[in-house]
């Protein structure tokens, strides 16, 4: 049977889906839509010259994101100018203090390296032995050796958070506890969130691996200053020990990991744990009904599997993570379009 020219157009455009990644990390390298004023116009010729490349290739460039809603592509006006283009919500959303940093979060060298290797990841991992694989599990030790590009990932992480942390916040009870404790808490933007609307909690640790601690504390003056001695920064990892608080935050930490990762992380944990304090985990849940409406989730999962060996979990998945600690679900709190709260407590057998 012949193939349908349909199948065959859509394989083009899966395809072309690096091209257009590729095309949107270099314009948000290039800084191309913080040149546009967000209610302007500008031809790509003169943003050509603020940003130093061919007017000829910039204006393709733009001319082929304009195709996939990034920057609208105007008529020529009277006065004969050319090669106009404005903004569309995608490319406001592409301004540095938008979205941007993710986007070149997403195209780092470190992180676009990973991507030659994924057939690799597929075809040389054996995941049975309990161990993981070991091509892709070095993620976050690589960002380590390469400072410049780990703080523009925690940029990226802080691009999304920042977006939806009033949101979260706003869904999330904290009022119950003193000390809350942010593991992988990258800038910690959620925790600044979280302590300007929850007063009753005294202090607020941001932990993080020590480079990156570092590097925000100079990064981020404003952040320490306002919420005065409530935020502190701690360094450290996860894989050794953390600090002792009543509430631990793992937002987006557990599906960059593989499953045996995933328990060290959330078992040194429970070693700073009190009988009474809880782990927040905020992470999008995999549904276990074959719908469309998860694909995102199931596309991230592909993302982290490449990255670092991770993986978004089910609900049930998560349970038995839990189970190997010695914790269990206490509640789960579903948020549309944002990742779930999954509250984890020490399981009643083993609360003395
Ligand atoms: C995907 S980011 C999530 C950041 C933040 N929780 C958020 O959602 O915006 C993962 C974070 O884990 C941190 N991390 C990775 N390995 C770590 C370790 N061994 N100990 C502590 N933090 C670590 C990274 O530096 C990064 O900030």
Not at 155 to 180: E, H, R, W
Not at 230 to 238: A, E, L, P
Request: hydrophobic residues 40%; aromatic residues 8%.
């Amino acid at each position: 049977m012949e193939t349908p020219f349909k199948a065959v157009g859509k394989l083009v455009d899966i395809v072309n889906g690096m091209a257009k990644s590729r095309a949107l990390y270099t314009v948000a390298q290039l800084n191309v839509a913080n040149c546009i004023e967000p209610n302007g116009r500008m031809s790509s010729d003169q943003i050509a010259k603020q940003v130093h490349c061919d007017p000829s290739i910039l204006y393709r460039l733009m001319r082929a994101l304009s195709q996939v809603g990034v920057f609208r592509e105007c008529e020529d006006d009277e006065s004969g100018a050319s090669h106009m283009f404005e903004h569309t919500e995608e490319s406001i959303a592409m301004r540095n203090e938008n979205f941007g940093n993710f986007v070149l979060a997403t195209g780092l060298p470190t992180v676009f390296k990973t991507w030659e290797l994924f057939p690799e990841v597929v075809t040389k991992s054996d995941l049975s032995t309990g161990s993981g694989n070991t091509i892709s599990n070095k993620f976050f030790e690589e960002l380590e050796q390469r400072q410049e590009e780990a703080l523009v990932f925690g940029k990226g992480m802080t691009a999304i958070t920042y977006k939806i942390a009033p949101l979260l916040v706003a869904q999330s009870d904290y009022s119950q506890f003193d000390t809350v404790v942010d593991v992988g808490g990258s800038e910690g933007i959620l925790l600044s969130e979280i302590l300007k609307v929850n007063k009753n909690i005294k202090l607020g640790i941001n932990f993080d691996l020590p480079r990156l601690i570092e590097k925000f504390q100079t990064s981020m003056p404003e952040r320490t200053a306002q919420l005065n001695a409530r935020f502190k920064d701690v360094s450290g990892s996860f894989f050794e020990s953390v600090p002792t608080g009543d509430c631990f935050i793992l937002k987006s930490i557990l599906h960059d990991w593989s499953d045996q990762c995933a328990k060290d992380i959330l078992c040194t944990v429970v070693r700073s744990m009190k009988p009474s304090s809880k782990i927040y985990l905020y992470e999008f849940l995999v549904n276990n009904e074959k719908n469309e409406k998860q694909s995102p989730v199931v596309w991230m999962d592909i993302r982290m599997l490449n990255y670092n060996d991770g993986k978004e979990r089910t609900l049930k998945e998560y349970q038995s993570l839990a189970t190997e600690c010695g914790l269990e679900v206490e509640r789960v709190v579903s948020m549309e379009m944002l990742p779930s709260l999954i509250i984890l407590v020490k399981a009643t057998a083993t609360t003395s």
